[in-house]
């Protein structure tokens, strides 16, 4: 098995292709334009790669991922042998592209949302249907709450109902349009909008205190996200210890048009590959639930609780 580890490594683009992906998940095209061959030669590489368990691929749609091993054989394999690779400046080149393309990711992202905020309300009630997932927020929220943080919050239909289950509530959303659409919710002459606070940041880097929150929510937003586990990371570093946290999220589908309309990255998600991520960023599962919505697909609800 080794022999044919090394012999997977013995080429230069190989190589390039195992440092970038150790650091990121790409796609095919993603990875030709980093690389600047063409792609029947990037993909023959990752062929090899992927047969000698040096990768892994995922399929979402009509687009393909590919990363390192998060774990195992080829996982300890690779921290042993990379050290004694030496990153020269065309490796290092590799690195800031890849970082360069995920940032473009989040600009898209932000554009698009700026776009079709004026939209945005009337879309979810497309792909919802009769399901009120505010309702389903607000039972999450524990009693007695302090501080509620919805991410991702959007026009602020879910915080506006979150308002009188906590002392405050706090909103993050990348989106300036979005957040402008969400102060209008609150009459700033009515004592409540005291209690409000919106934020514009970025959900890998939230603009919150260590702990600062005792209960946040995250619907329908880690589908848009380059590395939704960082985001969920980043959310247990923003709760208090015994914070709970209320995902809701589309399970796995094949509708592209979910690309094009709503600005979706992922085609939803694996409950295994949800509850795995919650479990990596230091919760607990409490709950699950799971309730079909519009345009065919069905949502996963989890509560889970900060270790």
Sequence with gaps: MTILHFKAL??????RLVHILLH???????????????????????KILTEAGLLTSRRDGLWVF?????AGEERDFLRAVLPFVHADAVMQADLGMAAQILEERARKTRQFFNAIAEDWDELNREVLGAF???????????????????LGCGTGAVLSRLLPLARGVIGVDGSARMLELCRRRFNPDEPAAGRVSLRIGELDHLPLRDGEADFACINLVLHHL????????????ILAPGGRLFVADFLRHNDETMRSRYGDLWLGFKESELADGLSRAGFTRIGRQRHAVGRGLELVLFSAEAC
Excluded: F, K, W
């Design 24 to 46: 990121y998940e790409l796609s095919v095209n993603e990875l030709v334009r980093i690389l600047g061959m063409g792609q029947s030669r990037v993909s023959r590489h990752l």
């Design 10 to 15: 013995s080429d230069e683009t190989r190589l």
């Design 66 to 70: 590919y990363a390192a091993p998060r």
């Design 132 to 150: 009120d997932l505010p309702a389903a927020v607000c039972a999450a929220v524990p009693q007695g709450c302090g501080t509620a943080v919805d």
């Design 226 to 237: 380059s590395e939704p586990v960082a985001a969920l990371r980043e959310i247990r570093r």
